[in-house]
């Protein structure tokens, strides 16, 4: 199944077409269009994996972990979901490759580059930024490197990992991107470090 | 008049002086003093007025307990009432002024309500406002409202921001005095990772004033050295100005801090939201005040507030302080007013002791005449004090002598601070030697395990009883707080490298108090009507001793009665006093009349923490579009609908809004127009068992649907109301796209997940929401069709993409999907984009329409165009007890299958009742419009003597291609009551009339739509 | 405000990132049922003080369902399992004994012990 290719790549835009802020404790910045595919099927099957390793030359996440290099990596969604990273140039050729590969397998791949916004938040203070926001404890002892977390961030659902020590990726709906922005701003207000994390 | 001492006070900065005013008048502090130490130098005793009474208040406490000063703060955008004088650190610049006064601090008119007070005794609302009734609304209620209330609400937004902050500790300790340092001492040094938040500027507590040797260094070098040692420890973390104020469930806690704001911009307090494995509270107690007449003039302080002000200010309250007790601890009050070379008249002592306890001893040293046995009969004065009458604690009050003062150092004994202990359930038993509340170790508050999650360690604990050591000592204290916290350690197996120790201490032996809760025990009505149980709400022991004599026998309902303990103070001084006197009233014991519940936060928090970064841009999530931006440059009205925003209308060239709709409806019948419909869900639904999962969530047949074409669905709720309903295309033999209304794409993905995984777990449906990878837009109108052939790239003819069809293709070199669907009766097609693409699309079709009249509307055109087709909008049509059936929607609801999600509702006797109100049109005989949700009335009265109804109106709208007003309503076997003539009273006592016709106003055929 | 571990993905989280979804092991009745059948399925519920076997939804998470052992006095969780079982499992069952001695099992799905 192929539910609509791609022309006029050009034209492009992400949700806030790579905003950027750097008034306070963290940088933020939209980052895209970034290539995302959503793989639902059986995780155990050495076809999946093989399919989702095979596009993105990353190993397979376990449990709520995500493996990204740069643009591409493979995201830990729920125990019958993946999350595809690559190139926005490379989807189609990579959902593609992947329904060739499912053949008859029940199972089910979709783009969704555009269903979604990435932000980038790096600084010494990232963590303490997050953690404004997310009921989730961000200290290094328990958010470490590889983890992928879901959770609510204020009053909408998404997504992050740590791509180094002062740096965080973080997916959310794109039509929250503003939102998500606005917040973010708001938790890097200058003056607001809280010299924990 | 200063009443600063030339040396002393250990938190002062006297390097630095700072200016601020109270009600005006520029006075001068130092750093590190509070507000309420700063009035206090200058002399200003008096800061308020009472609640009820307006009676002249001072200042009684040092700490989060005061009931009397609080203050208006700040002005404009950074005004905030109530703030505690106690707790307020003193800032250059600082403005303050007194509350609930009128005209002035000094003479206020409502003090006049004093000399009434026998008249407004406990449950005076309850019993004199309920008649007679006129009086209410020309007399009491302009009388309350002039003279009831604290602070004053703020007139403006607040300027300053605040956050949230999730934090996640192993041990959590509340309060930074000498026990919680040497509980976090503990932890820490075990390895724990530790929060220990201490609500005051300084760590240490009572101790560095109450004195005391510690490992033979003072109690302040013993402070000092944990502070520096825990400061080391990169697994703890220290905040001063951080308050515990509450404890919840399953270890949360929150903490309410308050910052500096070194830089423009940054928040003012920060709610920390903390989970911790383990909770220790270390908080304290609080000084009791003592219950004798006239024990509210100003210059009645707690006698711990007369020594803390005087060692950590250097401030002196008066020059003559009496001391009045019925413990030791108060005498330490007394030798150090004398120590600093202040005058102590005398001691009075409620108790009668066989011999004198250490600290008796040294204060009669020192030359302090101790009349023991004796009480004070009243306190003279009235906005400041005069002097006491003293009388024998055992008799009536007939007076043995008066003694000059101006200030009464009263202590009444301690109470444990047993708030956060008891907040999530932990229960409390009443421990008759010392007359304290104290933690029950035998039922402690659980968490998710089932374990006990709270320790109250110091003070806070309680004395440990059946033991040698003294309780409330130093040396107790700091015992307790090592054991207790190795016991924490270990129950979270955290292993302890080197068993601590309890340092030596050095302290005095204490004689155990004597509960007094009356001064003197034989008070008559006169003195105990001036003798004050709760300084803020104005409760006396003659209005607790009335409640119960009028059968307030619980401790809830006196409460409540006499507003005892219902301030902002919740009661922080009052309530053990109060019920101690209630206990005596209903001739029980004070542990079988019991506490009132203790409920966070432990003393009030800003709303501005608890609302944290929620306000304003970010007050709540707002979805846009892709095209939202251009939406908003060109004069959409927003339409919020669930988070989204929709354009309503587009306004042109200074157009109302009305006129906008109606134009836009005419151009979309007459040219074309363009709905922006991204956000109409859409879910991708996948696998071999998919058509039979479909034909379960829908009333009709989706399996044998053809790929390529389109179907509209029912999905009805498995109570079989109708829930949502959208446009279901096939796009293969295992997958189906399914359109949802806006506000429906994440609920009815739930709803289809919920079947998914929680039922029918064995079928092979995968389900996927897109909704947000497209950007949709309706391209609606005669000459629709135009529009698209313009822009090239695919057949759109009849013949090739007929009515409820789809293909895929390109449209002006956008890779798109195409759906001949119509919510309007015009030809029409949705047409899908990536959303990426979808401004540039949007701009093309404005671009190449833009001669045929091409024109965006918005919502409320497509709510008339559907209207006047006769279309259902879920939410209009549908409230959550309406059947598809009820909407003449028979057709969509599959008679071939065995089963469907509301298919057995739908069964039920009154599902079925051929009575239930049916959908139909509503033409007014005038043409004007009918009011929304107006309803039909029939003849007689119901049951309750409520005129019968028969029907309701649904939508309504004025409809420009009719030229009339068109409506849809259910009405009682409605369709079979073609052109009968309903009556419709409207809220402006007009009866609109109409007569039931068909719903489909416009184009019955279909004739448009199919072209 | 509880504390939960969902068991499809590890992740123990707050309340806010969950949605409770009532009682727990309800047997559906669809058409051709009673009466009686269809509103216990509907509306009857239990609402016992003490050991209740419910449905939570990880909402914000893995958006996945699974079940809760709670006592919904003392908010204690007792264990969390799959949603795919129409009876709670036994070790689940042990460790409510465990912690409740007196319990009498009223086994959703399973009629009593």
Redesign the interface.
Known sequence: ?I??????MS?????LDGLVWDQGIARIEEVG?QGMI?L??DLGSGTIKDLATGVTSVDMPG??EANCVADRGIC??????LLILCSYEDVAMNLQRIQKGLGDA???A???????ATFRISGDHVR?VL?????????T??FKDGMF????M????AAFWMCNDHMVQIVC???????VF??LK??A????E?N?L | MSNRLTTGGRLLDRARQMTFSFNGVRMKGYAGDTLASALLANDQMLVGRSFKYHRPRGIVASGAEEPNALMNMGSAARFEPNQRATTTVLFEGLKAESQNHWPSLEYDVGAINSALSKFLPAGFYYKMFIHPRPLWKHVYEPFIRQSAGLGKAPQQPDADTYEHFYAFCDVLIVGGGVAGLQAAHVAGKAGAKVLLLEQAAHWGGRAPVDGGELDGASPQAFVDRMVAELSGMPNVTMRLHCMGAGVYDHGYVLGYEQLDQAVRGAPRHRLWRIRAAEVITATGAIERPLSFAGNDVPGVMLASAVRDYLINYGVCSADRTVVVTNNDDAYRTAIALKNAGLSVPAIIDARVLPGDSALMAEAKEMGIRVLMGQAVAKVLGSKRVRGIEVCAQAGEGAVLEQIRCECVAMSGGWSPVVHLWSHCGGKLVWNKDYALFQPDLENPPTGADGLPFVTAVGCAAGPITGTDFEGLSLFDTLRGAVEATISVCERQGIRLRDMPKVPTVVEYDEEPLHPIWLMPQGAGPKLRQKTWLDYQNDVKVSDVQLAAQEGFESVEHAKRYTTLGMATDQGKLSNINGLAVLAKALKEDIPQVGTTTFRPPYTPISMGAIGGEARGEVFQPIRRTPMHGWHEKNGAEWEPVGHWRRPYAFRQNGENTHDAVMREVRNTRANVGLLDASTLGKLIVRGPDAGKFLDMMYTNMMSTLKPGKCRYGLMCSENGFLMDDGVVARISDDTWLCHTTTGGAERIHQHMEEWLQTEWWDWRVYVANVTEQYAQIAVVGPKAREVLQRLGGMDVSNEALGFMEWADGTLGGFECRVYRISFSGELSYEIAVRAGQGQAFWDALMQVGADLGIMPYGTEALHIMRAEKGFIMIGDETDGTVIPQDLGLHWAISKKKDDFIGKRGQERSHMTDPDRWQLVGLATLDGSVLPDGAYAVGSGTNANGQRVTQGRVTSTYHSPTLGCGIAMGLVHKGPDRMGEVLSFPGTDGAIYKAKIVSPVFYDPDGAKQNV | MLMLTCPCCGVTGEETEFTNGGEAHLKRYGPGTSDLDFEAYLFLRDNPKGVHFERWRHTYGCGKWFHVARCTMTLEIFGTYEAHVTTPPQEILAKIKSRRPDWIARIPGGGSE
């Open positions: 199944m539910l609509m290719g791609r022309s006029r034209e492009a835009v992400s949700a269009p959503t639902r099927g449990q709520s830990w969604m729920s125990p019958d979901e029940h199972a089910l979709v783009d969704v580059s555009e269903a979604r303490e953690a404004k926001l997310v009921p989730v404890d961000l200290s002892e328990a977390r879901r959770t609510r204020a009053q909408v659902p709906f794109r039509s929250h991107a503003q939102y606005d917040l708001t938790a207000a200058p003056g607001s809280v924990l």
